[in-house]
């Protein structure tokens, strides 16, 4: 047959499942041709052209013969031409429409509806067509069949069957069950999800059995979101309307009916939507039902059920949303769109590839890549290729998909708190009367709210959207502490029943849980005790934990809301870390949840070992920019941003947003640094990098309150040339990690509008870093009362008998100008360092001898269960008063860093033992006292109890012979111990060298 041969060959450009309906034609065709040839009715019937008779026609056919297995072949092979013939006619339409001219999305929505049509209409007809073969006396009034799916899916037809509580329900299940086999068999198959989870039957349901599964409570939303979106297909009509009245109508928002079913079906079709957005997008699948249809399909029945649409399909959804909001008339434009791309996509890469909902990429062959994107009317320009331009849209498309869903979901969420039933139960006054509730007794918020809520709540079972409510605890104090109070009043045994329900929410909402428990946390977090939200929280982790998906679940919600996580594992107790990391440290299956899986690990870790110094800066950032959560893996990306805020707070035309830039920049290089700190990276690249942005940060707001002093002078300022910023202490010597900011401004004059303009300047910077949380000192101001000194007044300090001037002395030594002019830097060498310390450096070098030696004597060795690093004999200080006495000695003005030893060392060979012994001693002290810092607290006096923290530390490193916390005990020991006999020695060399000539 020339006829079939040439469908055939048409057949094998589809996707495999099309053969299934070759083998049926080639089956039983013949038989169906010689039926017709055979009764004179061959030229009544369309075998090789497309019907617009479909169900006349297949009604002639089962008149051929008594047999029912004999015209079921007949007939499907009726239904297998009529489908290959209707999808190719409508892809040569589309081919035609997209060459038209007209706007392609248009093109694409015009097709799925005509397809949807179409084909809805031809398997109708072989539906009733078989039922009237083996319910031939069926009552149309006793049942109906309604479509609850999208009318163009061609790989199975969603169905709900609904009978009447008296009707012969066996007659008709056994002829839906020959239905269903035989359109598995020969046409495309049914799928009833409906009747599969309610009733008794396997193909159908009665009424009653909808209302005794759907009345009690809110319970599995794909049931109710099918039901809200059937469609019906054949039987009776008025059953179909009167089930909507009975069942479906519930859904719909009407304020005269219980407005539980309403509120309900929101919160639950909320929760899906949310559930979707979690999802990442996939970087070797597409998917286009999953990552944008789903989401749109849910949405729109929820603004379908507020305003009691009838309309059923998405486009004309969409289009009563309009007429209904015309303020997002674009935005709807939008959608509907994005919704024909989406849709279209779907239908054809079911059509040319396969009837799957996901797609790996890997698996579409070029060939079929081409012939997709041709299909959709795509072109390569340039070295862009058609399909590559087809993905980069279908990557757009999903991401607007979400972005503006998620903005239906906040709009929905408006609609869903006004009419809430919680509404009045967290509105009401203290010792307002409950005649809502039926009681009359007057009645205290914090008597009753959160047993309340938890009760009304079982209606809801199963919904996983509560962010009203969360919005409203989480802004209000003291309904908070009403909250709290309840559950606390409550007797033991109950307490934990109630707060057992609480965490019951666990499988289906931990998003909504994980937020409750966090306003709770952050509410009690300085209560000492087994509060109820350490409680709830322990109990919410311990249901996690059993939960086989749960690392997959929190991995989900990291990628769209990492800031939910990131503000429970703030509070969360650290008992309750080892839950949190066990559940973290299990595989996923899913190889796009890896990544958000590695960045929650980490973020885990942060929140675990940070100590209360580092933790300040982190909760500072993330809360400004919870976006960050998801780069702090890449230390790279991070200070690419860090460089953007620097670059703005040259741009911005405002001064205060100029600050504001500096102080995020700050912030963040803060973070960036100590991240990598906990991740064992070199300390000389810490104290460089930290060295740099500090000094970066220091210099820009230099220049913002400089100009902000000038502008709110009344007069020109005077020239600051002759003013130069000073960092001394920690920041002097490149140490990362100090809490305090040690300063000395200088001016070279003495003329009083310098030195009040300079004042200014540094009182508006000093504000500034308080705001960072650091604590700037002005020994040298608060000796000399002022901010900003002269240099006549220091030198006449200097020169004074004062017994404190050699303190500030070395603090001038060590010092590192990080604002001003060579000149100034020369003068300051040549005036003071010169002069007070180099050229004077026996009296220098005895005085600081003496002070090591007293201190030493003072604090003595390291006391293990308290070691002071810093005043410890043989300590950081100690090292910085030898590299003092050192550069006085050599006479060099560089500043104290690690590398000044290395320098000295080939300067004086004769000690470089005792030098290298020293520098590797301020490596290691520092090294521990940095990751003190940032894990503990920003101290110098280290507990053993939390030595544990920095052992994580080098563990990360790959450092595991460090990481005992005992190890690292006897490694202080042993390094302040080389220490105190390598300065024993730098300083025989010292005095030996200064000895006076006999």
Not at 320 to 336: D, R, W
Not at 715 to 734: I, K, M, Q, W, Y
């Amino acid at each position: 047959m020339d006829s079939l041969k040439a469908l055939e060959n048409r057949v094998a450009s589809l996707a495999n499942h099309h053969q299934k309906y070759i083998r049926v034609l080639h089956q039983h065709l013949d038989s169906l041709i010689d039926f017709l040839e055979s009764s004179g009715n061959l030229m009544k019937v369309h075998l090789w052209t497309s019907s617009s008779h479909i169900e006349e026609e297949m009604e002639l056919i089962v008149r051929l013969s008594d047999d029912i297995q004999t015209n079921v072949r007949h007939v499907s092979s009726y239904y297998a031409l009529q489908f290959l013939h209707m999808n190719f006619r409508h892809q040569d339409i589309l081919t035609l429409g997209i060459s038209s001219g007209a706007t392609i999305e248009m093109v694409y929505q015009q097709f799925m509806m005509n397809v949807g049509s179409d084909f809805r209409n031809l398997s109708r007809a072989y539906m009733k067509t078989l039922l009237d073969l083996y319910l031939p006396d069926w009552d149309r009034g006793d049942f109906f069949v309604c479509g609850v799916g999208t009318r163009a899916d061609q790989d199975d037809i969603d169905v709900g069957i609904v009978t009447r509580d008296d009707a012969d329900i066996t007659t008709i299940n056994q002829a839906m069950r020959s239905v269903t086999r035989d359109m598995l068999v020969y046409a495309t198959p049914l799928h009833h999800y409906l009747s599969e989870h309610i009733g008794e039957q396997l193909y159908s349901t009665t009424v009653s059995e909808y209302q005794k599964h759907l009345e009690p409570e809110i319970r599995d939303m794909v049931i109710i979101s099918e039901l809200i979106g059937s469609r019906f297909i054949l039987g009776g009509e008025e059953l179909f309307r009167e089930f909507h009245e009975k069942v479906t109508s519930r859904y719909y928002y009407s304020p005269d009916q219980d407005i539980r079913y309403h509120e309900g079906f929101l919160r639950g079709i909320l929760g899906e939507a949310r559930a979707q957005f979690l999802t990442p997008l996939s970087t070797d699948t597409i998917s286009p039902k999953e990552e944008g249809l789903r989401i749109i399909k849910a949405l729109l029945a929820a603004k379908k059920v507020i305003y009691g649409l009838e309309e059923v399909n998405a486009w004309d959804i969409i289009g009563a949303l309009k007429a209904k909001e015309p303020h997002l008339s674009t935005q709807y434009q939008s959608l509907f769109m994005t919704t024909s791309f989406l849709e279209i996509l779907k239908f054809q890469l079911q059509i040319y590839v396969t009837q799957e909902e996901s797609f790996r990429l890997e698996e579409i062959t070029p060939a079929l890549r081409s012939q997709l994107a041709d299909k959709m009317g795509y072109q390569a320009i340039g070295a862009v290729s058609a399909w590559d331009q087809l993905i980069i849209d279908y990557t757009r498309a999903v991401k607007e998909v979400r972005k503006f869903c998620e903005f239906l979901v906040n709009d929905t969420t408006a609609h869903l708190s006004s009419i809430s039933i919680f509404r009045v139960m967290f509105e009401r006054e203290p010792g307002r009367s409950n005649e809502e509730d039926g009681k009359s007794e007057s009645k205290q918020p914090e008597e009753s709210v959160a047993r309340e809520f938890i009760e009304a709540a079982r209606f809801f079972s199963g919904t996983r959207y509560w962010e009203d409510i969360l919005i409203r605890l989480g802004s209000d104090q003291e309904l908070q502490d009403g909250f709290i109070a309840s559950l606390e009043a409550l007797d033991e045994d109950i307490k934990n029943q109630v707060l057992g329900e609480y965490t019951e929410w666990a499988p289906y909402s931990p998003i909504s849980l994980m937020r409750l428990i966090t306003i709770l946390l952050k509410r009690q977090e300085n209560v000492l005790g087994d509060t109820v939200a350490v409680r709830m929280s322990h109990m919410f982790l311990e249901k996690l934990e059993d939960l086989s998906y749960a690392t997959e679940r929190l991995s989900k919600i990291f990628t769209r809301y990492p800031q939910y996580i990131h503000e429970f594992l703030e509070y969360l107790p650290e008992s309750d870390f080892a839950y949190f990391f066990r559940i973290m440290n299990r595989p996923v299956v899913d190889e796009n949840l890896e990544e958000p899986l590695s960045r929650l690990r980490s973020l885990c870790e942060i929140h675990e070992w940070s100590g209360h110094y580092f933790a300040r800066f982190f909760s500072r950032v993330i809360a400004s920019h919870p976006e960050y959560l998801n780069h702090l893996t890449d230390s790279h990306q991070l200070h690419e941003i860090a460089l953007g805020l620097l670059a703005l707070a040259d741009v911005y035309p405002l001064l205060e947003d100029r600050k504001r830039a500096l102080g995020e920049y700050y912030d963040l290089e803060f973070l960036r640094i100590g991240l990598g700190t906990m991740r064992g990276t070199d300390l000389r690249t810490t104290n460089s990098e930290f060295t740099e942005f500090c000094d970066n940060y220091m210099r820009k707001l230099f220049d913002v309150c400089t100009e902000e002093a000038r502008i709110e002078s009344a007069v020109e300022p005077p020239s600051t040339d002759r003013f130069a910023v000073l960092a001394a202490g920690g920041h002097a010597r490149e140490q990362a990690y100090d809490d305090d900011y040690d300063i000395i401004a200088l001016v070279d004059t003495d003329d009083e509008d310098v030195i009040r303009h300079a004042t200014k300047v540094m009182t508006r910077m000093n504000r500034e870093i308080l705001k960072r949380g650091l604590l700037p000192q002005y020994r040298l101001g608060e000796i000399l009362d002022g901010f900003v000194n002269p240099m006549s007044r220091v030198i006449a300090y200097l020169e004074s008998d004062d017994p404190e001037n050699f303190i500030d002395l070395s603090q001038l030594l060590g010092s590192r100008m990080i604002v001003g002019s060579d000149r100034m830097r020369d003068t300051i060498n040549t005036q003071i360092l010169d002069r007070f310390a180099i050229s004077r450096k026996r009296e220098y070098i005895t005085r600081m001898v003496t002070e090591v030696r007293n201190r030493q004597n003072i604090t003595g060795t390291c006391d293990r269960e308290a070691c002071n690093l810093k005043e410890a004999a043989g300590g950081l200080r100690d090292i910085e008063a030898c590299a003092l006495m050192l550069k006085a000695w050599l006479g060099i003005h560089e500043p104290l860093t690690q590398d000044l030893f290395h320098k000295i060392r080939r300067e004086i060979p004769e000690i470089a033992a005792d030098l290298d012994t020293l520098s590797a001693s301020l490596y290691y002290l520092r090294t521990i006292r940095d990751l003190y810092r940032i894990t503990v607290a920003a101290e110098d006096t280290i507990d053993p109890d939390y030595l544990a923290r920095v052992g994580n530390i080098f563990k990360q490193s790959r450092r595991p012979e460090l990481s005992d916390p005992e190890r690292i005990l006897e490694q202080i020991d042993t390094t302040l111990n080389d220490s105190m006999r390598a300065i024993d020695g730098v300083i025989w060399f010292l005095q030996e060298s200064l000895a006076p000539e006999e």
